[in-house]
């Protein structure tokens, strides 16, 4: 099969090669040889570039590169088990240079450069264009980016899937490919969040080291379509991935095929040295067909990572993404009530970061919108470059995230500080968590974008209620056998009465349920808490670095705050990933 499917892949030569002379012996130059191309440099611990592509046999090729300062290429090393040739190609960051090949194959390119490549994929979150945000006639008027270079891979999909989706990935695309120069006229229609991340990055570190951005993404996709045959398989999918709700649904039975587009859209790519991965993909696994738990998504998501990291052969390439953000409730009609499982995709995504090293997520809860294409990107861009800076540039993570979550106790009566979380609600009972918190200097209460129109409340407790204290954000569970534990909408404020240590804050969290309904439990003891994992969370809880405390949950509440070290009482730690994440239904 392989030996066929080589053969079939060797005659479907991307017309950009074509235009380049590309010809004979059954040899293909890489997906990305065009002009205006950047290579991987090995500025900044950078893994260094290649110059690849396949033949039959191992071919007989001379890579000449023609710039200042001058850069050797290395020898042509090839692996009869997969037909690829490659050259390695190890310099610092610069340009512009001129490449020729000659041999087997002619081609040559003009106007490359050495620099940081990202591949960005998902769905179609990861596609909506430039032009789509809400202040894109600012973005697009300052796209001018001689560095900043785009590739626009084409939708290499096709139903039925033209290669074997259990063999061997593509390697070329059937369309016309290049690499072009950000302007307003190319910028317009590319990735938003892939774009905003490179020029946030740019002014945070880079510089005028160019950049290359490399879009192979297609709405309305799920996790299986881009996960390889290995990952499905050792997460207990088949060959056809039966979702729930399939139905006759024709799209929903062809992404459910297995590896469809990492056959088709990411193998094109394999080979090519990058920076990092970027993602913004998991609607599509709520309820568009693909309803997957924490659980599957996240087994998925994670062998997704590990797979794509194995066939670069180089496990440590840094992986970053968008967190889902937030989704109106059923208001419009875009975002069903029933798509009740953000928590689940979102904590899926934090899951792989704790599993994973070199991987990390930026989050976007509080810039959500009454559709799933939320046009509030550009403080996301920057929140992914931060985290991009962490993953791929070590650079200190405090200024990549918001507030952080040590623990959480349960307060007693007589540890109720302050008064603004006293009377919150009539029916309140007095019930009370702590939420120690890190990370925290400058924390507050803001109001998630476009809470205004999905709710009222956004941070009070009611409308027109008390300052400094929001719902809709926040719950607790208490132990009850009944369902193994039930969940309570709870109160938040800030506690800043004590600091353990600079930056330390807390949130005190006090269940909106009355007495009688807790009576009816038996008085159960307070058990876990979660927060920002609905729909459409109206608040969020910030710190200076403008970055939002990231969902999480369920956390083990301590019985008691009155012992301040580790042990038995004290503040619990966060079971995290957990080792039965249960699904989550609000």
Known sequence: IQQIWRNISHTMLPLALLALGACGSGVTLMTTWTDHAVLQSVTDGGAGGTVYGYADTKPQLQLTITGVPAVVPGPLSFDAATSRWEIEVNAEAGGPYTMSITGATTGKIEDVMFGDV????????????????????????????????????????????????????????????????????????????????????????????????????????????????????????????PTPFQGNNASVEFWSNMGTLYSQMIGPFIGTRLRSFLWYQGEANMNEGFHLTRVNYGCLFREMIRDWRGVWGNQSIPFSLVQLHSCDGGNTGQCYADWCNYGDIRMAHADASQALDGVSYAVSFDHGHDGIHSPHKSEVGRRLALKVLETAYGESSAAANGPLVAGACSLTQTQFPGTSVENITANATGTRVKLVLSNAAGIRLTQTQECETQTPICCNATAGGPPGV?????????????????????????????????????????????????????????????????????????????????????????????????????????????????????
């Open 470 to 586: 929001a719902v809709g954000l926040a719950q607790i569970q208490f132990c009850s056998v009944w369902q193994g534990g039930v969940w309570f909408d709870a109160a938040v404020a800030i506690d800043d009465s004590v600091q353990s240590a600079p930056g330390s804050s807390a949130l005190i969290l006090t269940a909106l349920t009355d007495h009688n309904a807790l009576a009816n439990l038996g008085n159960p003891p307070v058990c876990q808490v979660r927060m920002n994992l609905g729909a459409f969370p109206s608040c969020a809880v910030l710190n200076s670095n403008g970055i939002p405390l990231a969902p999480f949950g369920p956390l083990a509440v301590s019985t008691s705050c009155d012992r301040p070290g580790p042990g038995p009482g004290s503040i619990s730690p966060l079971m995290f990933p957990p080792t039965a994440p249960p699904q989550l239904h609000y």
């Open 118 to 241: 990202f591949l960005c994929s998902g769905q179609s979150n990861m596609e909506f264009p430039l032009s789509g945000i809400d202040n894109a006639t600012a973005e697009i008027a300052a796209a001018g980016r001689p560095n900043l270079r785009l590739f626009s891979a084409p939708d290499n999909s096709t139903f039925p899937p033209n290669i074997p989706v259990d063999g061997p990935p593509n390697t070329e695309f059937t369309g016309e490919v290049g690499w072009v120069v950000s302007t307003s006229a190319t910028a317009s229609s590319f990735s938003a969040i892939c774009y905003l991340q490179a020029v946030n990055l740019m002014r945070l570190r880079t510089s005028k080291r160019a950049i290359g951005l490399i879009q192979t993404a297609k709405g309305g996709t799920p996790v299986e379509a881009w996960s390889t045959n290995a990952g499905l398989t050792k997460c207990g999918f088949g060959v056809q991935f």
